[in-house]
């Protein structure tokens, strides 16, 4: 039981180029969500997906897209990455069968952008 | 819109000093209340949480009792150590909600 798993662990881009994070749980949790975390600043919540099928922007979704995949898998893609997007971005799953549930984060992806 | 504050870092102890880290919040209705731990390197884990007023989580020696009336959840510990050292987030959900309000963490150093 791996928990949740993020791709790649570290990662240097240039502006504009692109790439995909990748996220996977094995808790067969309906929820899940993709984080972004900067100094001083705590979590901020780029989109989430309630259950499979859905997605929705959180607070800082601009330059950022997601797709979910299947119920295991919610990935996050830069299209044009830009250096205001340097920073470690965390994937969450959560049951959500009420609220009040835990959050269940992966290790963090470390992305620089030149 | 709701929110959380909490002290700010970073928070220098001695081992078995007491800890205490405020966190207030705002929100409508009846939020469930969480600490999360971060440690060095690593994602957020669930360290303890309360889902109504009154209720007082516990874990690892850790502490912190959701009051509604001051509306605050700080958290506590008799005696830190220093594998205690970490950031701690205090967080909400809102009653109907899975979506988590973050605060922006306190950092925390246990010298030996």
């Known amino acids: 039981n791996a928990g949740v798993t993020q791709t790649p662990k570290f990662q240097v881009l240039k502006t504009g180029q692109s790439m995909t994070l990748q996220c996977a749980q094995d808790m067969n949790h309906n929820s899940m969500y993709w984080y972004r975390q900067d100094p001083g600043m705590g979590l901020r919540l780029i989109y989430y997906s309630a259950s499979e099928g859905t997605t929705d922007k959180g607070e800082v979704p601009n330059g950022y897209n997601v797709s979910r995949l299947n119920k295991r898998e919610f990935s996050l893609r830069l299209e044009s990455a830009a250096p205001s997007q340097t920073s470690v971005y965390f994937c969450a799953s959560s049951p959500f069968e009420t609220s009040g549930e835990t959050q269940y984060f992966g290790p963090g992806t470390r992305l620089l952008v030149l | 819109g709701d929110s959380v504050t909490q002290m700010e870092g970073p928070v220098t102890l001695s081992e078995e000093a007491f800890l205490t880290i405020n966190c207030t919040y705002t929100?409508?209705?009846?939020?469930?209340l969480f600490w999360y731990v971060q440690y060095p390197g690593e994602g957020l884990q669930l360290l303890l949480k309360?889902?109504?007023?009154?209720d007082k989580g516990s874990n690892k020696g850790f502490e912190a009792t959701y009051r509604k009336e001051t509306t605050s959840f700080h958290l506590e510990k008799g005696s830190v150590q220093v594998s205690d050292s970490a950031v701690y987030f205090c967080a909400l959900t809102n009653t109907g909600g899975f979506k988590t309000i973050f605060g922006a963490g306190t950092r925390l150093f246990v010298k030996a």
């Open positions: 309360a889902t109504k007023a009154d």
């Open positions: 929100a409508t209705g009846y939020p469930s």
